[in-house]
């Protein structure tokens, strides 16, 4: 208990912790070594996110007309409750609207409710899997992806998947449903996701197993909209 342990020896130090009694020096330190450990296990969580924007923040979300976000609801799902009720999140727009940085700050508000949370671009999943595969440790790697409360999947459906690929991913998908939440950041609204799956029963129970379990917000990028990329000075990919 290093911490409490620092704030003993301060106390020591502090001729004014003298007047105090002993119960409420005792109490002083056992709130010190909580707060230590909470402030630590929230460092762990989001470093253990991996989040592409750490400093996505609700309070920071731009509400300018040509986004289309509802504030009200955006709020309302920073509380976390669709993950308590093992929902989805659809998060659609084009290119540079903000999906990742939404994304990012509803991940943060989940780690701050001590959710485990993974962030994840579809790709680098794929490419997860597929080593996975061939190492033969892939029933230990879903497990990983399984367990997560809040699963953020990036750039989904950017670019068509491998049959291989859409089995792995649907397995993912197929155990995560109903017992936890995942949020996809894609620029197709789930009509386009067909297209991007090899084999049309894949598809269908992929999509099966997202869609009617999910919230859709739609970001719009208004022509007098900047770029959410120039809006918080990041580089273009």
Not at 69 to 87: A, G, H, M, P
Not at 109 to 126: G, M, S, T
Not at 128 to 134: E, K, Q, V
């Amino acid at each position: 208990m290093s911490a409490m342990a620092d704030a003993y020896e301060i106390q020591l130090r502090d001729y004014s912790m003298h007047e105090l009694t002993f119960e409420q020096r005792l109490t002083l330190l056992v709130d010190t070594e909580y707060t230590s450990r909470i402030n630590n296990r929230l460092k762990r969580l989001i470093h253990g996110a991996g989040f592409d924007q750490t400093y996505a923040s609700i309070a920071e979300i731009d509400y300018s007309p040509g986004r289309k976000l509802n504030r009200e609801y955006i709020e309302q799902l920073s509380s976390c409750e669709y993950i308590n009720q093992r929902n989805n999140l659809i998060l659609m727009g084009p290119t540079g609207a903000g999906k990742s940085y939404l994304a990012c700050a509803l991940g943060m508000e989940a780690c701050k409710r001590f959710y485990k949370v993974k962030y994840v671009r579809l790709p680098e999943l794929a490419l997860d899997l597929s080593i996975a595969r061939s190492e033969g440790t892939i029933r230990k790697v879903r497990k990983q992806y399984e367990k997560f409360d809040l699963l953020i999947l990036d750039e989904w459906m950017l670019v068509p998947l491998q049959e291989e690929e859409a089995k792995e991913i649907f397995e993912i998908i197929y155990v995560r449903h109903k017992n936890s939440s995942t949020i996809f950041c894609s620029q197709f609204a789930p009509a386009g996701w067909y297209s991007k799956i090899p084999q049309e029963t894949i598809a269908d129970a992929i999509l099966d197993r997202i869609v009617h379990s999910s919230h859709m917000i739609e970001i719009g990028n208004g022509k007098d909209s900047k770029s959410m990329r120039e809006v918080y000075g990041l580089k273009q990919r």
